[in-house]
C-alpha cells in the first residue's frame, strides 16, 4: 500500500481513524443496498433491478467515503469488507467476489484521478454497482442450465425451456448491468447534489 | 454442545459454500442440506434448524406445485423457488455461525490467520457499529414522529423526497460524527501501535474440529461422486 500511496502522490497512507471511518460508511452502505434488494424482492420482475434501484441511494454513501478517506486503498477496503459480509450472512460466494472484483476496478480508476476525480469516481462507482449486480444475477442464469439438465431427464415440455431462457438468459444479465451502470451515474449526481445542499454548510465533506 | 474453533468453522463456511453452489440437484441438495442442519443441531442451534428446516418443505412444496400453475408464472416461480432453495443451506450454516461466534472471537480468528491489519480493523468497526446504527435508525424515526413526518405510506407516497431527505441526512451526519469519537477514543487505546497483538481469547484446534472437517470434506466427494454418476459431469 505505500508504493501505491507513492505512486498516486497521496502524501500519507491510510491510519486508524480512516478505517474506522471507511467501517462506518460501510456499514451504511451495507444497509442501505440490503433495503433496497429486500424491498424489490417483492415482486420477481423488479427483483432483477433491486440492485440498479440500490445503486441510486447508495451513491450518496459512495461519494461521501471518497470524499472523507481520499487515500491509497480506501476503495478496495470497503469492497473488500462488504464482500466479507455479503459471504458470513450466505448471500453465496459469487456476490463476494463481484463485490471485490468491482472495488479493484474502481480502485485503479479512483487511481488515475489521485482520489479525487468526481468523473472518475463515478464510473468508477458505477463499474462497482454493475459487478455486484452480475455476481447477483449470474447465478440464477447458470441455474437455468441446471433446469435444462433436469428437464431432459424428466421430459418437460421445450415450450417451457424457450420461455425460461427468454426471461433469465445471456441478454438478461447485459440489460441488468447496463440499467445498473446508468442508475450507479444517476446516483453519484444525485449524490453530487446533496453534497451542495446539506453536507457542505455542515463542514462533512 | 459441540464448540468448534472459528477458523475451522470459516473454511467449513467456504467448504459449504462450494458444496451447495455445486449441487442444485434436489436429492443431493436435500442430503448436503441434511448434514448442515445435523451439524448446527450438535452445535446447540436447534431453534434456528427447525425454523429453516420448515422454510425449505414449505419452498421445495412450492417448487413441486409450480407444475400445476400456468406456463408464465410458472416459469418465473420455478427460477425463484430453486435459487431460494439453494440458498437455505448456506443462510441456514451462516446464522449458526453469527450465533455461536463472538465478535472478539472472530477478530482474534481473523488476527492468527495473518489477515491484513486494515481488513481486521474495518471488519471489526463494522461488527460494531451494526447495533449502534439501528439504535440510531430508532432515534431517527422518533424524531421524525415529533415533527410530523413519521415514517407511513401516505408519507411516502405523497412527500417521498422530503422523508428520504428527513432519513439520509439525520443519518450520515449522525454516522459522521460518531466515526470521529470512535476513532478518538480507539486512538487513546493505542489501535496505531504497530506491535504484536494479544488476545484474551486463545484458540486451539482440536481433534473433534478436524473430525468434523473431514467428515465435511468425504461428504463434498461422495456428494460429487454421486453427481458425475447421474449426469456425468461435475
Redesign the interface.
Known sequence: ?SEQAKAVGVSDK????D??????????F??VVMVCIFASAAT??T?AFGSAIAAI?GG??YM?MRA?VPKA?SVL??G??IG??E????A???VAVGFIAGAVIAELLARIGHYKSFWLNTIGYSVYMMFFALGTYL??VI??G??D??STSNGVSA??LT??HS??NGTMVVIIAVVTFVAGIVGALIAKG?FKK??QK?G?V | MLVIDTRIKLLL??LI??MV?GL??FILGSVCFFFICILSCLMGQKKIVLKYLIFYVVIAAIQQLCAFLP??I???????T??IR??IP??????T??ATTKVSELIAAMYSLKIPR??T??????LR??PT?SEEIHNIYDAMKLRGIALSWKNVFTRPVLI??AI??P???R??S??EE??AS??TRG??NPAQRTSFIQLKVHAKDWMVLCFFLVAFVVLFFCKYQI?GRI
Open positions: 500500500m491510510m491510519k486508524a481513524k478505517y474506522i471511518t471507511l467501517g462506518i460508511f460501510t456499514v451504511l451495507f444497509a420477481v420482475v427483483f441511494p450518496i454513501i461521501l472523507k486503498g477496503l470497503s473488500v469488507v466479507l459480509i459471504f458470513l450472512i450466505g453465496g460466494w459469487a447465478p440464477m441455474m437455468t441446471y433446469v439438465d433436469m415450450e417451457y420461455e425460461l426471461f433469465m446533496v446539506h453536507f455542515a462533512i | 463456511f467456504i459454500n462450494f453452489f442444485k440437484d406456463q408464465a410458472e416459469t418465473i416461480l420455478s427460477i425463484f430453486l435459487f439453494v440458498m448456506v443462510v441456514l450454516f451462516a446464522s455461525f453469527i486494515s481488513i480493523i474495518t471488519f471489526a468497526m463494522v457499529f451494526f446504527f428520504l431527505e439520509a441526512i443519518i450520515v451526519m454516522s459522521a460518531i466515526a470512535l476513532s480507539a486512538v489501535i496505531d449426469y
